[in-house]
């Protein structure tokens, strides 16, 4: 076993699937191919209210369910690629995604909605901690490369396959547009299930560590998940997170229902999700460029503060088709830095040794962000009216915008015990 751990990837896998470049080029389309259950799910809305004979926010419930469960899965999916490997996960993920997302157009009931959105979030969540998991092991000298591609393909991946749904559901129907997509989809991430791997020896050098239980030094700004939730920056950075999560959740779930309640044409929807989906995955690259030359909280400050505005003129100035085109591809342009910027933060507050188990915390905020962004909002727009839906978002993300001057103002968290010793097994 030491001496084929001591061997290239390359000699243990051959010259394709050891070459690392094609472990994180896999991983990205991987992501592509779960992007559209989130940012294609608005062009679904109306259809499936309309086929299941429901009201909207009844609809945007499952997509509150989709998240919770994309988000909430996503460290017990960590636990079972670590035990159980990649080929495997990946293919039960595959399974579940293909399933789930083709299903959701065949069902007659609510219920069935939930329950086959809910499993299809299940694969996305094993898929999305997977692509990660595996992109940065091959790429640890390369990290930042590895994790912006990621977030790049799942910020963008809806892109190519919008004109393609939008043609499905206007010619062939909801079901068949849910049927060709889940079916491609789920093909090609059991295909991808066949190339992924992590670098040879790392499971078993995981199992050795906790077997042996190495002691590393841990360095004075380190802390474990349980001081992490101890501390009021957690705390604070946590309702940031929630607060401005809102607003880019409501652009995503809400966009064809807003768009068709203020009178937007069907191709300009079409054209404003493509943008948004533009918008989400640039802002994830351009707004960490920014953020290196004026600092984090800096660029959370500039780029909060115009989400803000933004999503409270939207229902405003948004009737018609260029504007509204323009504001929710800005709104989502704003929105997506957050995926760059709260794990940078993250590590900076609470070191890197549990990095990854600490932005799982963190990370849960979204989950909570779904509940108003999805059911609640459709609720309110119907019993009240737009502007207040986007109003409120408006201030979530006004908000986040304040802490973001707050935080750093904060004495830096402390924990006792420091420098001490802890188990190597559980570093990030």
């Not at 997509?181 to 995981?206: D, H, K, M, N, W």
């Not at 239980?213 to 946590?238: A, G, N, Y």
């Not at 408006?394 to 750093?408: C, D, G, Q, R, T």
Request: proline residues 4%; charged residues 10%; hydrophobic residues 50%.
């Amino acid at each position: 076993m030491e001496n084929e751990r001591s061997l290239s990837p390359k000699e243990v896998y051959g010259p394709f699937l050891g070459n690392r470049w094609v472990q994180l080029i896999s991983a990205v389309v991987a992501m592509i191919m779960i992007a559209n259950l989130q940012y294609a799910w608005t062009l679904f809305t109306t259809p499936l209210k309309a086929e299941l004979g429901t009201t909207l926010p009844a609809i945007q419930y499952a997509f509150t369910l989709f998240i919770m469960f994309e988000t909430f899965v996503q460290p017990v999916g960590g636990f079972l690629l670590d035990k159980f490997g990649s080929r495997l996960m990946f293919t039960v993920a595959g399974i579940f995604v293909g399933l789930g997302w083709s299903m959701m157009g065949q069902v007659h009931s609510l219920a069935a909605l939930y329950f086959f959105y809910a499993m299809a979030g299940t694969g996305a969540a094993i898929i999305y901690g997977g692509s990660i998991s595996v992109s940065i092991r091959w790429f640890s000298d390369r990290k930042g490369l590895a994790t912006g591609l990621i977030a790049a393909g799942f910020g963008m991946g809806a892109l190519p396959f919008i004109p393609v749904i939008g043609s499905l559901l206007k010619g062939s129907g909801v079901a068949s547009a849910f049927m060709s997509t889940g079916i491609f989809q789920g093909a090609i991430v059991l295909i991808l299930a066949q190339i992924l791997r992590y670098p040879p020896g790392y499971l078993e050098s995981l199992k050795s560590k906790k077997e042996k239980s190495t002691k590393v030094v841990m360095m004075e700004k380190d802390f474990r998940p349980t001081e992490t939730l101890r501390t009021p920056h957690f705390w604070l950075i946590w309702l940031m997170f929630i607060s401005i999560n809102v607003g880019g959740l409501i652009i995503t779930a809400q966009t064809k229902p807003f768009g068709k309640h203020v009178g937007i044409t069907a191709a300009a929807i079409l054209i404003a999700v493509s943008a948004q989906n533009l918008g989400n995955g640039l802002g994830r690259f351009g707004w960490g460029w920014i953020s290196d030359r004026l600092g984090r909280y800096r660029t959370m400050f500039i780029a909060f503060l115009a989400n803000s505005i933004l999503l409270f003129f939207l229902p405003i100035l948004g009737h018609n088709d260029g504007m509204y085109i323009v504001l929710t591809a800005l709104i989502m342009l704003t929105w997506g830095e957050i995926f760059a910027l709260f794990p940078a933060v993250n590590a900076d507050l609470f070191g890197t040794a549990y990095a990854a188990t600490n932005y799982g915390f963190l990370y849960s905020a979204k989950g909570f962000a779904s509940i108003f962004a999805g059911g609640l909002a459709a609720w309110l727009a119907i019993h009240y009216n737009w502007q207040v839906v986007f109003t409120a978002a408006a201030f979530f993300s006004l908000f986040a915008s304040i802490m973001s001057l707050v935080v750093p103002k904060l004495p830096k968290p402390t924990h006792p015990g420091i420098p001490r010793e802890t188990d190597a097994s559980h570093t990030a």
